[in-house]
């Protein structure tokens, strides 16, 4: 691999120059076998000298084109050391992104914002229905008008969006907060303090502090798309204008000690991503997570799912055309390719009804597309079900990260392939771990079939404020309308030598479940919060079959030992040296 020096193509740290053709450039005439090595310091990037492009991003706001600073596009056998750099953006834009590249390592880098696209600001007074915050004006420029709140960049302003309080006691979301934040009405004090009046069901705290979202989810921190094996190493990604790390339709995926955390060093208490951490939509093959923290996100930390779509029309026995369904998920030209194998699923119970191998797919619109198949499409099967591509789904390696706290969950996970979660640790705000999949609303695919959780240690923190499918620190909750117990949703799931410490009842909650298995676990009972949540048993199961609560040791005394059930039958559970009472919902 030949060394490919930044300073040879006039990239230098800490000029204030914008470096982004330059490095461009650099890419291009070295597309395979190199390694692309920075100098430490600062590096610079503006918006107005971004390289624009017409992409589709999962998950992401759709706008006509994104802005790009850094483009590695079809390269093969490449490594980009930043060696300690940090890279620090100017405006909305996308710093790195990686498309149809082969064998790539981005590693040994930060990214920042001169001005973030969120901010902070801290209470100083509240009472009634309005609190008093100061948000500092040279770090977070903005103003009141007409009665809203608008922070301004360089070439850009957003109105407030969104706010959610950390407890500065506990460095974490306040108990009991979560989505509370009402829209206000501002007014501007003068010197930084802002009057912000609304219905306020939770009273933000004076001393606490608020992380105040403005900007749209547009531009990832990180963006591949079919991509074949990339590694993420060593970095630190201190504020997006949207997902952290966002990708999709790759395979092999790595990612070591790739951080998502506050910038204190700039005085940056809990402000970190503006949504998740690490989105990874539509991959195959398998993905590491090892060694990563994530700290004060505005939405979960590590996402993994696959995109279902709805059949609009069935043209022949063969083809049939399809919508994309959710608005931020559109476009995708490769969501089915020839050869791939497509399951049908039907939208009530979401039981697969069959499978066929793809033989066309093309778009008749970033919304719609046509798909045929070698096989005929099972009868079964009309407008209204829905799609799932079985060949891009991956197996996922989580282990020894830190879940810290932010808005929303922890893992999310929908995924067939194998999937093991261990030796990591889970301070999120609401549930730690979600196994999700649905066929009906985010259209997040992807049934579990084989799932480890063991060793992981779950903090009180978990489950302190309401997020949606939080009903339980570990929620196995799929979105099945009308689930059929003899085609559960999720199936294969191990829990097992894990330790919680539980500030109230509900533990596990699973829906639609076959083969679940909790045992040898530690449970402990933490008196940190007073109970809250409206789930009142520590274990609830829905339409759930051939589950085993084994054996667990628990110090003190729990808030609930309660086995609460609903569309099936006790003779399902089977519980081992475990006194527990079973309440028929």
């Known amino acids: 691999m030949k060394k490919v020096r930044a300073e040879n193509y006039g990239i230098r740290p800490d000029t204030g120059a914008d470096h982004g053709e330059d490095f461009r450039r650099m890419f291009r005439e070295n597309p395979q076998g190199a390694a692309f090595l ?3 310091g600062r590096y610079d990037f503006y918006r107005e000298n971004a390289l624009h492009r017409e992409l589709f991003l999962s998950n992401s706001d759709d706008v006509p084109e994104r802005n790009l ?14 060696g300690g750099a940090e890279f620090v953006f100017h405006g909305p834009m996308m710093p790195v992104t990686l498309l149809d590249c082969k064998d790539v390592t981005v590693k040994n880098l930060a990214i920042d914002w001169e001005i973030p696209l969120s901010a902070e600001g801290e209470v100083r007074e509240a009472a009634g229905n309005e609190i008093q915050v100061f948000i500092d004006p040279k770090k977070y420029p903005c103003r009141a008008e007409n009665g809203a709140l608008i922070f301004t960049g360089e070439n850009w302003e957003e109105p407030l969006r969104h706010a959610v309080e950390f407890d500065v006691s506990t460095g974490k979301v306040r108990y009991d907060t979560g989505d509370c934040f009402p829209k206000v009405e501002a007014a501007e004090l003068g010197e930084g303090l802002f009057r912000l009046k609304g219905d ?10 608020l992380v105040l979202r403005h900007s749209p989810r547009v531009h990832a921190g990180i963006f591949a798309d079919s991509c074949r094996e990339v590694s993420f190493e060593h970095l630190n990604i201190h504020s997006t204008g949207g997902l952290g790390v966002l990708c999709q339709f790759c395979e092999d995926l790595n990612f070591v000690d790739v951080n998502l955390v506050p910038d204190r060093k700039n005085g940056r208490r809990f402000l970190s991503g503006h949504d998740d951490g690490l989105h990874l939509s539509n991959n195959r093959g398998v993905i590491t997570v090892e060694g990563c923290c994530f700290e004060g996100l505005m939405d979960d930390p590590l996402n993994v799912h696959g995109t279902s779509v709805r059949i609009a029309e069935m043209m022949d026995s063969h083809t049939l055309r399809g919508e994309f369904v959710h608005p931020q998920s559109l476009g995708f030209s490769r969501w089915a390719l020839p050869g791939q194998e497509v399951s049908f699923l039907n939208r009530r119970s979401l039981k697969s009804l069959g499978t066929a191998i793809v033989k066309s797919f093309s778009l008749l619109s970033k919304g719609e597309f046509v798909i045929a198949f070698d096989g005929k499409i099972p009868e079964e099967i009309g407008a209204g079900d829905a799609l799932e591509n079985l060949t891009n789904t991956p197996s996922l390696i989580c282990r020894r990260n830190l879940f810290g706290s932010g808005r929303a969950r922890g893992i999310l996970v929908s995924t067939p392939k194998p999937v093991l979660i261990e030796q990591n ?4 705000s609401g549930c730690a771990i979600l196994l999700a999949g649905d066929a009906n609303q985010w259209y997040e695919s992807g049934s ?8 992981n240690v779950f903090r009180d923190c978990c489950l302190t404020s309401d997020y949606q499918f939080c009903d339980g620190v570990i929620s196995i909750c799929p979105e099945v309308p009308e689930p059929d117990a003899d085609a559960p949703f999720h199936s294969g799931i191990r829990i097992a030598g894990n330790v919680f410490h539980l500030y109230d009842a509900p533990l596990l909650y699973a829906k639609s ?6 045992s040898g676990n530690r449970l402990f009972r933490s008196h940190a919060y007073k109970p809250r949540h409206p789930q ?11 589950v085993n609560v084994g054996k667990n040791w628990v110090t003190g005394k729990l808030v609930s030992d309660e086995i609460s059930i609903a569309r099936m039958e006790e003779k399902e559970i089977s519980c081992e040296d475990y006194e527990i009472s079973v309440e028929q919902l």
């Open 38 to 40: 920075l100098q430490p």
């Open 448 to 455: 579990c079939r084989d799932v480890v959780i063991r060793d």
């Open 536 to 546: 009142k048993a520590l274990f609830t199961f829905d339409c759930c079959s051939d």
């Open 69 to 82: 600073a850094l483009l590695l596009e079809g390269m093969e056998n490449a490594v980009l050391d930043g």
């Open 513 to 518: 479940t076959a083969g679940l298995l909790f």
């Open 425 to 428: 640790l889970f301070e999120s």
């Open 200 to 209: 306020f069901s939770r009273l933000p705290q004076p001393g606490n502090v």
